[in-house]
């Protein structure tokens, strides 16, 4: 359960540190710069822990869909970046699949102790 939660954090963490790239300017702006390594830090470091018992597959699609699904997220409601239908109903499938992975995916170590995948 821990990895699921360290991988949630992980995507949350992708997120930020994608709007910390936009916001440190080519890395020339000193505290978005900063907070944009930690984010890189700190998601790669808690997507490391999960994959620790999550298949590695499974991992990497949440991982980067959470970032992927976020950031346009928060860009249609924060930045005013074009809000269409279509862009919502694709938003919709990417974190449907997103569940539909977590749903049906045990952890290697559950599988280790007999579960069933």
Do not use: H, R
Request: a neutral charge.
């Amino acid at each position: 359960m821990m990895s699921w939660v360290y991988l949630i954090i992980a995507g949350i963490c992708e997120i930020a540190w994608a709007f910390g790239l936009k916001y440190s300017d080519g890395f020339t702006n000193t505290v978005p710069t900063i907070l944009t390594l930690l984010g890189i830090i700190i998601s790669f470091y808690l997507f490391s822990k999960s994959i620790k018992v999550l298949p590695i597959g499974t991992a990497y699609a949440v991982f980067t869909g959470i970032g992927a699904a976020g950031t346009v997220i928060i860009g249609m409601v924060f930045l005013n970046e074009t809000a269409s239908l279509m862009k919502i109903i694709l938003v919709i499938t990417l974190l449907s699949g997103i569940l539909g992975l977590k749903l049906t995916t045990k952890s290697d170590l559950q599988e280790d102790k007999g579960g069933v995948s």
